[in-house]
Each structure stands twice: as structure tokens, then as C-alpha cells.
């Protein structure tokens, strides 16, 4: 009779789930499963930190609409993953992590890094459970992928201690789960199907909203589909950017568009009626105090959630739906065929002219060629040069609002950037991560020289593997965002911690192998490109940009409004602040 161990198993079980790939840091306690791996033909991403493996699973889950796999060693593998799965959890990613553990006989025994795990991931997971007996192996596998993806995605997380892995056992005496998920989705009341189809007809200013709900419910194709029958434009979040392309008249970038000066001028009034499909009510709709409104209080909100507890967060709902996007997408779009809606070219025209404005770059930064290089002419060349097939992260406080207001985003997938925890440093892993999920399109992160601090030596990682990506380093000599805000709040002379220096990040990725490029002068930016994807290398371009420009500040500029409250001019007498590469100058 036929022996195998529990590494032997829980690789088994992976591979019923359809996981091909996993990405992973090596400890004693994962040599079971790591030999696994080699046995089954599993693609084992050996990353340089754990927390780089986390982002990674959680990275390729972003674009490929399916759990990513993390494992880890035990002890400080498990809490070096926790800010990655955190990440994930504040976005309703789903994901698999999994941790070595001390062995189970030494329980009690202070042996090496024993801690109980479960406690640590548990806040952080939908699911989490050590594994105690090597046959519940593949049970416990498919309840965590079931968690993950069902309802309301999310992270999970199994820990399984190295005797339980290396215990041998009759593999005839172990059952295997092969179905674990259950056929079909719950759909929305046909009464409130029905009542928001008449409210969205009469409609003047309509919108909708898709967020990681409509991504992850695959509901592209009906999202577009709807969108065509009522000519209602699609804004959409980090997670669903490109489910409707943004090179056409229905597709928008994210949801702020619509509280622009530019579309209300041009429009008249705000929205009406907004169609929310899988997202939340929070900082991405300016409903948390941090940003501005961008529902207004007398427009009437109708939300579409699988989790009937997210309905009507902080503010009324008209209508609630619960129920799966696509699922509720399909009977929207059956119903739509025998409603009539308005004509709303009117609302069309007013974002897309808000759109063109907002992506547009001044005659005075297209052809200035001095130094420094302007971050909209970097954001928007680095737009021109990539097609639409290509996979853009944006990584940085500021560097995100630069690259997030000229991306044009033509597919799901193909757009990564920060969610509701703020994590840095995701940037480099979601980068590898895309190019494992799709090796021949081109992937491009765009990182903020403070990010590329938190993964640098993942670097290492794409030479290592194969991962010709492209990381173009905006490097604008500190943090930028959090320098920005403490001038305007405290004045130039009072910055503190924010500043970094004119760092050679590419001499730095040349030592791991990567292709590098220093850009000093806008006119080089595109035959460096030019150059590094041609490498077939991973590439760092370093591209030196002005520290006194704001994105925020700029954006405001451009639309003709007031900008963000600046200090008060230096008085003589006052000191000048030093800036890395850029001198002495007053701020």
C-alpha cells in the first residue's frame, strides 16, 4: 500500500483547487511541502521576504480574479506575511496563506519559533485553523478555499505543524475533496430588481460605481453589457478599473471623477443616481471624512452587496440588493430590455470632457526638456508608450494620484494599486506577481522612491525567476505625500523625517541583475523604456522627479479651483531648507 506524508497531501489538494503556482520563503518546517512541489511541477516563486510572498498571492489574485498562495515559515515567517494579508483583508482579496509550525510534540517546550499563530491571523482572516491530524489535510484545504472565495472574498490562513507534515499515512485512507464549491450564486429580489430598473430610467445623471464585488463575481461582461443597454457610465475602483474599457464613452477611472468642478459645470448638478455594484461606502466614495463627498445627500444610492450587513453603511440606501454582482447583473440586464431610458449624452459628454481635461498635459510640461522631470509628463509618456494589454501598478502616496490621473485602464486585471489599508511596498511583488499570472503581456510598476524601500530586494527575485518587469522609480528625493502636507500644514522650514536624498536605485538593481536606466531629463524617458523592456530583463529605470510638485495641488491648478491651503511666505530672516540634489531654495 501507497505512503504519503502530509506535504505530499496538502500539495494534492492545492492542485484540485487548480494552483499551479505558489509563492513562498524557505523554512525547515516547509521541507515537506516544498518537496511536493517539486514532485507535482508546482512553479515555487522563492521570494526574498516574506511579506514580499504575501503581496504576491494577494497581487495575483488582483489580476487574475483567483486566490493566490502564500507559504511561510513558522514564527517570524507568519508575522513578517501579516502585513500582506492584512492588505488583503481590508480589500476582500482572496487568498490562501499558509504556515509552518513547530511540531505538536513540542508543545509547552519553548521549541524555535513556536507562537501561536492563529491568534495573530485570526483578526486578519476569514478563516484560520491549524491542521492536527495529516488525513484532514486536503478537508481543511478545501473548507479555507471555500471561505476565500464564497460570499464576500477574503484571506485565510492554515497552519500545519512539520511532524503533522512528515507523518506518513495510507494514502487509500485519506478522502479527497474535489467539489468544494457550491453551484450557483444568490441573485436580488425580482421586487427590488424590478424598482431599480424604474429609478435608473428616469434617471438624468446616472452612474455606476463597480468595485471588487463586479471583478471578482467575473461580471465584466455583464457590467458592459448593462452599460450599453442604459448608457450609464462605469467609474470604478482600484480592484475593477477596466472591466469597462476607458477608452470608451462608458468607461471612467475612479469614482472621484464625478465630484469634479469640470463634469458639474458642464453637467449642471451632480449625479442623481448612483449605482454602487460590490463596493463600499468609505474613503473611496469621500464618505469618511477624509475626502470629498461624492454622493450627494439628495441623490437617490442603490447598493448591491452579497453581505446584507454591508448595506447602508454610514448613510441611507434607497434600494439594497444583496446578492452576487453578476448574478443581479444578469437579471438587471433581462429587465433593461423592456424598460426605456433617457437620453443621457448630456452627463456622457460632461465626464468625458472632464476625463480629456484631466488626463491633458500642459504645452509648458510637454516641451519643457529641463530638469527636473515633471511627474505628469512621466505618467503620461509612460501611458503613451505601453499598450492596451499592458499591466500598470502604482505604488506611492503621491506617485499613485500621478499615474492613477493619466492611466487609461482597457481591461480587468490590468490595473493594481493601493486599497484601504494604504499598504506600501506592494508595488515590486504585485508587479511579479502579474507577470507570473501573464508571462507575455508587458508589466509595468510605477513606485514612489519611499515604497521601493519596503521590497527592494525583490529585485533578486524577478532575475532569479525569469520576471522581466519594469519598475520605474518616481523619485522625487523623499516622501512626498507626507512632505506636501506638513509644508502646507506647519510651513517649509518645519519638514521633518520626509526626506530621502537622490538615491542610485539603479546601480542598486544592477547588483541583483536587473537592466538599469538614469533618467535626469524628460526627453530621455522614452527611449529608456524603450531600452528596458527590450532588455527581456527586470528592469529599474530611476527616474530623478521634482520634489516640489503636489498631485493634489496640481490636479486643483488645472481644474481652476482653489488649491490646498499653502504656508505663508518666508519672512526675511527666515532659513532656507535644504533639499537632496536640489539644493537651498525656500518651499
Excluded at 471624512?289 to 453603511?313: F, M
Aim: proline share 7%; aromatic share 6%.
Amino acid at each position: 500500500m501507497a505512503m504519503v506524508n502530509g506535504g505530499e497531501l496538502l500539495i494534492r489538494a492545492l492542485e484540485h483547487r487548480g494552483v499551479r503556482e505558489v509563492f513562498a520563503l524557505s523554512g525547515g518546517h516547509l521541507d515537506p511541502m516544498f518537496q511536493a512541489c517539486l514532485d507535482h511541477d508546482f512553479r515555487l516563486i522563492d521570494t526574498r521576504h516574506e511579506q514580499a510572498a504575501a503581496h504576491m498571492a494577494d497581487g495575483f489574485a488582483r489580476t487574475t480574479g483567483q486566490p493566490g498562495v502564500a507559504i511561510v515559515t513558522a514564527g517570524p515567517g507568519v508575522t513578517d506575511a501579516v502585513t500582506g494579508v492584512a492588505n488583503a483583508y481590508m480589500d476582500c482579496i482572496p487568498m490562501i496563506c499558509i504556515g509552518g509550525r513547530s511540531p505538536l510534540r513540542d508543545e509547552d517546550k519553548l521549541p524555535l519559533q513556536n507562537l501561536d499563530q492563529i491568534a495573530v491571523m485570526a483578526p486578519i482572516t476569514k478563516y484560520a485553523r491549524t491542521i492536527f491530524h495529516p488525513d484532514r489535510i486536503p478537508e481543511y484545504v478545501a473548507t479555507a478555499y471555500r471561505h476565500a472565495v464564497s460570499g464576500r472574498p477574503g484571506p485565510v490562513f492554515l497552519d500545519i505543524p512539520i511532524d503533522v507534515l512528515n507523518t506518513p499515512i495510507e494514502e487509500n485512507d485519506v478522502p479527497t475533496f474535489r467539489e468544494v464549491a457550491p453551484i450557483g450564486r444568490p441573485t436580488a429580489d425580482p421586487v427590488a430588481i424590478e424598482r431599480t430598473l424604474e429609478v435608473l430610467a428616469n434617471a438624468e445623471r446616472p452612474a455606476i460605481f463597480a468595485g471588487g464585488g463586479a471583478w471578482f463575481a467575473g461580471a465584466g461582461d455583464e457590467l458592459r453589457e448593462f452599460a450599453e443597454l442604459t448608457r450609464i457610465p462605469v467609474l470604478a475602483n482600484a480592484k475593477a478599473r477596466g472591466l469597462v474599457s476607458e477608452r470608451t464613452p462608458l468607461g471612467y477611472g475612479g469614482f472621484n471623477l464625478v465630484g469634479s468642478p469640470a463634469v458639474q459645470a458642464a453637467a449642471g448638478e451632480p449625479p442623481d443616481v448612483i449605482l454602487m455594484l460590490g463596493a463600499r461606502v468609505g474613503m473611496y466614495t469621500g464618505s469618511s471624512g477624509e475626502r470629498q463627498e461624492l454622493i450627494p445627500d439628495d441623490a437617490t444610492l442603490i447598493q448591491v452587496d452579497i453581505e446584507a450587513e454591508e448595506i447602508g453603511r454610514t448613510r441611507d440606501v434607497q434600494i439594497g440588493l444583496v446578492g452576487d454582482v453578476r448574478e443581479t447583473l444578469r437579471s438587471l440586464v433581462a429587465g433593461a430590455r423592456s424598460h426605456s431610458f433617457k437620453d443621457h449624452e448630456r452627463w456622457i459628454d460632461a465626464l468625458g470632457a472632464a476625463r480629456a481635461a484631466a488626463r491633458s498635459v500642459p504645452e509648458d510640461v510637454k516641451t519643457n526638456e529641463a530638469p527636473p522631470v515633471h511627474q505628469v509628463r512621466l505618467t503620461d509618456e509612460i501611458n503613451e508608450f505601453l499598450g492596451g494589454e499592458a499591466i500598470v501598478i502604482a505604488d506611492g502616496g503621491d506617485t499613485s494620484g500621478w499615474m492613477g490621473g493619466q492611466a487609461v485602464v482597457e481591461g480587468g486585471g490590468r490595473w493594481m494599486s493601493h486599497g484601504y489599508l494604504g499598504c506600501l511596498g506592494v508595488g515590486i511583488p504585485f508587479g511579479l506577481a502579474a507577470k507570473v499570472a501573464h508571462p507575455y503581456r508587458q508589466v509595468l510598476t510605477i513606485i514612489g522612491d519611499g515604497s521601493v524601500g519596503l521590497n527592494f530586494a525583490e529585485f533578486d527575485t524577478a532575475a532569479r525567476h525569469d520576471l522581466p518587469i519594469v519598475v520605474v522609480v518616481n523619485n522625487d528625493q523623499g516622501w512626498g505625500m507626507v512632505r506636501h502636507g506638513q509644508i502646507s500644514k506647519y510651513g517649509g522650514d518645519r519638514t521633518a523625517g520626509v526626506e530621502l536624498g537622490a538615491t542610485r536605485y539603479d546601480l542598486a538593481a544592477g547588483g541583483f541583475g536587473a537592466h538599469t536606466e538614469f533618467v535626469e531629463e524628460p526627453s530621455e524617458i522614452k527611449p529608456a523604456l524603450e531600452r528596458a523592456f527590450a532588455s527581456g530583463k527586470p528592469a529599474c529605470i530611476n527616474v530623478l522627479s521634482d520634489p516640489t510638485l503636489s498631485p493634489r495641488a496640481y490636479r486643483a491648478q488645472q481644474a481652476g479651483v482653489e488649491p490646498p491651503p499653502q504656508p505663508p511666505p518666508a519672512k526675511a530672516g527666515d532659513r532656507e531648507v535644504e533639499l537632496p540634489y536640489y539644493g537651498r531654495r525656500r518651499l
